[in-house]
């Protein structure tokens, strides 16, 4: 190809512009481009600084020179239908090329792709509102790019480094490896990562995540989060919105944030750690772990094959289904607890209100507050019923132990077939009664006022209870 001057290249590509077709040319660096008409401008680079800036007026212009003198470099440009596309000429071969340096001042309302390796890409638009800003995807390798205030469409990255601030757009992300951080994005974020180390910052509209691997941070920001990942690391601080999250092998803390939809998190092998949460929260667990303190919410909690909860300072309903060998400890639930238990073990404390059904489980809990209703069947249970408000109930079916410790005055009333199994029942500082027998008054309101605890107790006929009253 025959090379020409800067300025003979700079008309023509304006007057082939205008036709919408364009041989391509050699411009030789340094060099002066204007940019013409044309709305989309593709720069395909290696090894090179590019700076991209808007403004509202000036001529549309693109600058090349090398970074360093004494070498030489040239690129190759054309124009056709509409779209500027701009090449490195001395790009062919193995050997390294020189680092070239390319400043692109542009007008409102053009789109520009950038693709190549070893590239520093900075762009900054300060067009003023409505005046309408350019759109800019990413295509590199090996890069560092830093974006304010642009509309991004897609980026596409390897081992690289991209940050963005005040952006705005629908955003599609594909990263391999390397970092990105979004700083005050405004639109959908569409997230596909393969460890890669992701930090989403006052976020506003919807994020769509794909993890393998790496890590992502969610601080602040509204809208709501759907996703899935594998063995990667996430965490939420100061997020508003609803969250669902379907994943294996990963770990997730959420701290401080208010859930207005429903989170919902279900997967196998999760570590989750949740503090000072508010809204509906549900999780289903096979394997893995539970922890939480602080919740301001209503819980629905389902783990299995092995998995384990620890939750402390619930503020809400609280809903937990423990099977197959799961585990569960619970202290200071400040409203309902519903429980189903089967071969696992369950223990709380400082409970208000407590329902309870469980079969071949290990139940331990102690300080109830306003009412107990317990159903077991083949299980183990040491129940602490001292200073409980309303009357209790316990149902025991098939071969089984419960211990149970009453204040004293305390009446432990039978009720169906339990009422002939006084050998099955060993009854301790406590009245011992069938159902619809009158107590006498002494026991049933001594003096002083205090009313007696009743227990109403069913059995079954290989079941075995202890009850002892504790003054």
């Known amino acids: 190809m025959r090379s020409i001057s800067t300025r003979t290249l700079g008309f023509l590509l304006m007057a082939f512009s205008l036709a919408g077709r364009l041989p391509a040319e050699i411009l030789e660096l340094p060099a002066e481009l204007p940019l013409g008409v044309d709305s989309r401008l593709l720069l395909e680079l290696g090894n090179a600084d590019v700076y991209l800036t808007s403004h509202a007026a000036g001529l549309p212009t693109l600058r090349a020179r090398l970074v360093a003198e004494g070498e030489q470099a040239s690129l190759e440009a054309i124009s056709s239908g509409g779209s500027l596309t701009v090449r490195r000429a001395d790009a062919e071969g193995d050997g390294e090329v020189p680092r070239l340096r390319l400043d692109v001042a542009l007008g409102p309302g053009r789109k520009v792709r950038i693709a190549g390796s070893g590239l520093m890409v900075r762009a900054k638009d300060t067009l ?49 490896g390397g970092s990105m951080q979004l700083q005050g994005h405004h639109g959908d974020l569409e997230l596909t990562a393969s460890e890669a180390d992701v930090v989403v910052v006052d976020h506003l509209g919807k994020i769509m995540p794909r993890l393998d691997g790496g890590s992502m941070e969610v601080t602040g920001g509204e809208g709501s989060f759907i996703g899935t990942a594998s063995a990667a690391h996430l965490a939420f601080a100061g997020w508003h919105g609803g969250v669902e999250l379907h994943a294996r092998d990963t770990s997730l803390d959420a701290r401080e944030s208010e859930f207005g939809d429903r989170w919902q998190i279900e997967g196998s092998e999760l570590e989750l750690v949740l503090e000072r949460i508010s809204g509906t929260i549900v999780a289903n667990l096979e394997g893995g772990s539970l922890s939480g303190e602080e919740l301001n919410a209503t819980l629905e909690l389902t783990a299995l094959a092995g998995a384990r909860l620890e939750l402390v300072g619930i503020h809400g309903s609280l809903w937990v289904e423990l099977s197959d060998q799961a585990e569960g400890w619970f202290n200071r639930v400040k409203g309902t607890f519903d429980a189903q238990v089967s071969d696992s073990r369950l223990e709380a404390d400082e409970i208000d209100q ?68 006084d050998t099955a029942i060993n009854v301790t500082s406590c009245q011992l009664q069938t159902q619809g027998e009158v107590p006498t008054d002494a026991r049933e309101r001594p003096r002083g006022g205090v009313r007696s605890t009743t227990l109403t107790v069913k059995m079954s006929p290989e079941a075995v209870l202890e009850v002892e009253g504790v003054p």
């Open 128 to 176: 003023p509102d409505g005046a309408g800003r350019n759109s800019v995807r990413l295509e590199v390798e090996s890069s560092t790019a830093q974006l304010s205030g642009v509309r991004v469409s897609e980026i596409e990255a390897t081992a690289s480094s991209v940050r963005l601030t005040g952006t705005e757009g629908a955003l599609v992300a594909t990263l391999t």
């Open 354 to 421: 407590l329902t309870l059904v469980g079969d071949r489980a290990d139940v331990s809990v102690r300080q109830i507050a306003e009412q107990a209703e317990v159903e077991l069947t083949e299980s183990e249970l040491d129940l602490d019923l001292r200073g409980i408000r309303r009357r209790p109930s316990l149902d025991l079916k098939g071969v089984g132990y419960a211990r149970v410790q009453l204040q004293e005055p305390c009446i432990v009333q039978l009720a169906g077939e339990a009422a002939s199994l």
